[in-house]
T-cell receptor, first 115, second 113 residues
């Protein structure tokens, strides 16, 4: 089974703090994604990485950066957390071959609260 | 551009009732279509998918048929259970082959015993 894990299920941070959200997948997938999920808005793509050290901005990248130094790990960084970044953050990965091609596999999510 | 529209919830049903959650899409070309389910406190799980017109995806008693003529991918289940209570997301993958996926806003289903 594909497993995508996220470093924390719940996180509480203060305004202005630097925040790291970590995501690890164990299926050697090339592509990894960071989304945020907000009520009534569905999932919105923050950043995408199509391979190691490769990244591309999604629909809402402002206030975020990412790092992908190893294939299995994709980190989301909030440089200076703000209250409007309080949200559920979901990581996903996708392989480019095999029967599960084009399917995204999601982690359990990190609920971040910024006070 | 590409978009997904799904019915607003919440949808409340009694156990063993018939379920339909509507999903329509707009896309140039032929996207793959997906239904994901999110149980309370968890991430999204793929429920079913269809990759071309007239394909029927099915899993755990749920079904959806890719209808190109009506640009729809409605989710159905003949007899819901309390354990089906969750949020359901319809999604499409960009038909031009980029990495982008478009998700609907989600439909919350509550099944009462």
């Amino acid at each position: 089974d594909v497993k995508v894990t996220q470093s924390s299920r719940y996180l509480v941070k203060r305004t202005g703090e630097k925040v790291f959200l970590e995501c690890v997948q164990d299926m050697d997938h090339e592509n990894m994604f960071w989304y945020r999920q907000d009520p009534g808005l569905g999932l919105r793509l923050i950043y995408f990485s199509y391979d190691v050290k490769m990244k591309e901005k999604g629909d809402i990248p402002e206030g975020y950066s990412v790092s992908r130094e190893k294939k299995e790990r994709f980190s989301l960084i909030l440089e200076s957390a703000s209250t409007n970044q309080t949200s559920m953050y979901l990581c996903a990965s996708r392989g480019l071959a095999g029967p599960a091609y084009n399917e995204q596999f999601f982690g359990p999510g990190t609920r971040l609260t910024v006070l | 551009g590409n978009s997904v529209t799904q019915m607003e919830g919440p949808v409340t049903l009694s156990e063993e009732a018939f379920l339909t959650i509507n999903c329509t899409y707009t896309a140039t070309g032929y996207p793959s279509l997906f239904w994901y389910v999110q149980y309370p406190g968890e991430g999204l799980q793929l429920l079913l998918k269809a990759t071309k017109a007239d394909d029927k995806g099915s899993n755990k008693g749920f079904e959806a048929t890719y209808r190109k003529e009506t640009t729809s991918f409605h989710l159905e289940k003949g007899s819901v259970q309390v354990s089906d209570s969750a949020v359901y997301f319809c999604a499409l993958s960009d038909p031009t082959g980029t990495y982008k996926y478009i998700f609907g806003t989600g439909t919350r289903l509550k099944v009462l015993a």
